[in-house]
């Protein structure tokens, strides 16, 4: 039996997607760890994007409650916790990849990020292996 979702009953796959990762900052987080390789609470924090510490608190949350994101006990550091994308998370690989092409097309912001979207455009196969194995960056 399927999970059900209490925000999503539309039976719409995008729907659906929306409602697990389709905020700004779940899909941010999800990039810092699946690309970046961050796993700690103040890596997350210190990220490029400035999140606050209440919204990436509910955010992870969250994303470990629809079982993107695992949580343990840091074991250097009994206080502290790490955060790891699951296999589900890591499946976003795709997503993640076509979302860098398509902003890559799409985007003309001097800053824009043009390294990562010239490695998708080399080998994109291998940067979504990479995300699915867990072995970037």
Known sequence: MKQKNANYDSG??????????????????????????????????????????????????????????????DPENWRSFVYELTQKGRDLAPVIAEIVLWSGKYNTAEHAMMGTVEKVQADRKSFEVKIRNGDLP
Request: charged content about 20%; some cysteine; aromatic content about 8%.
């Open 12 to 73: 719409c796959p995008i729907a659906f997607a929306l409602s697990v990762f389709g905020d700004q900052w779940s899909l941010l987080i999800i990039r810092d760890m699946a690309v970046k390789g961050v796993h700690t609470y103040g890596e997350l924090l210190n990220g490029w994007e400035g999140i606050s510490t209440n919204i990436l608190a509910q955010r992870l949350k969250h994303l470990e409650e629809t079982g993107l994101v695992t949580k343990r006990r």
